[in-house]
């Protein structure tokens, strides 16, 4: 009963967000998206990440089957049509916000990632993000056009 409820008030939850704050993304060819992606401060697309920030991102995705893992992949393309891999951990399951790993297939997970943008040049590229359960099968993916910029200072 207990996990009945919970499922409830977390399905409400990603209901809410999807309809709130819901950053526009783009799709992967052939991963299935997120219920909903939520990057702090955008609304809109590109997405701005300023230099001496964080940038935080809640991610809302239902498991397409069981994993005992969770493997988070970021990777930036400037244009060249190449990516490139940024490194971001190998274990995401320390990032779930409603669950631990194993993960099970039909779950609805919180996912929460936070990165400092320090050491980064001023560029713009598209960020790809996804996660990977097991033997690198892809859970979910997302990309958005970003940029690394400089904070307006106002004096």
Same mark, same amino acid.
């Given at each position: 009963m207990f996990k009945y409820i919970a499922s409830c008030i /977390?399905?409400?939850?990603?209901y809410f967000y999807s309809r709130t704050e819901a950053t526009p993304i783009q799709n992967c060819a052939t /991963?299935?998206?997120? /219920?909903?992606?939520? /990057?702090?401060?955008?609304?809109?697309?590109?997405c701005n990440f300023y230099l001496g920030s964080e940038a935080e991102m809640l991610l809302a995705f239902e498991m397409p089957y069981t994993s005992d893992t969770l493997v988070p992949r970021a990777s930036a393309d400037l244009g060249f049509g190449i990516p490139i891999p940024y490194p971001i951990g190998d274990d995401g399951c320390p990032f779930l916000l409603n669950g631990y790993c194993p993960v099970y297939e039909k779950e609805?997970?919180?996912?929460r990632f936070a990165l400092p943008i320090d050491g980064f040049p001023t560029i713009k590229f598209t960020l790809e993000f996804k996660l990977l359960g097991d033997n690198a099968i892809p859970i979910t993916c997302f990309k958005i056009k970003a940029g690394v910029v400089k904070p307006n200072l106002i004096y």
């Open positions: /977390i399905l409400n939850l990603v /991963i299935k998206p997120p /219920i909903f992606v939520n /990057i702090t401060g955008c609304d809109n697309a590109p609805v997970l919180l996912y």
